[in-house]
Nanobody, 127 residues
Framework: QVQLVESGGGLVQAGGSLRLSCAASGRTFTTYYMGWFRQAPGKEREFVAAISWNDITYHADSVKGRSTISRDNAKNTVYLQMNSLQPDDTAVYYC?????????????????????WGQGTQVTVSS
């Protein structure tokens, strides 16, 4: 069993930045993929970024150049730094973990590719 707890969301003006955190517990954190997804009202949950156990990163085109995913294995925590935020970035942001290695990037970009999810943290960007 894995528990994931997100934090760091909030209200920010357009052009601002936020750093989201996801603390993991319950399993060996260092051996898996971690991902961030987001879901806006009335829309499907969509991929934002993912990071492998050996720090290979993946980003959605919609956030490429504006976001950075990173992890601190000593703290069992994964981060998502978001810059130049826009109203379209408004969503609930979810952290997820995939309990296997050597996964194709297409699978990492899919909701079904992950085994456990956090409860989410709200990010609201005002214009």
């Amino acid at each position: 069993q894995v528990q994931l707890v997100e934090s760091g969301g909030g209200l920010v003006q357009a052009g601002g930045s936020l750093r989201l955190s996801c603390a993991a517990s319950g399993r060996t954190f260092t051996t898996y993929y971690m991902g961030w997804f987001r879901q806006a009202p009335g829309k499907e949950r969509e991929f934002v970024a993912a990071i492998s156990w050996n720090d290979i990163t993946y980003h959605a085109d919609s956030v490429k150049g504006r976001s950075t995913i990173s992890r601190d294995n000593a703290k069992n925590t994964v981060y998502l730094q978001m810059n130049s935020l826009q109203p379209d970035d408004t969503a609930v942001y979810y952290c997820a973990v995939r309990l296997s290695r050597y996964t194709p990037g297409s699978t990492l970009r899919s909701v079904s590719g992950y085994n456990y999810w956090g409860q989410g943290t709200q990010v609201t960007v005002s214009s």
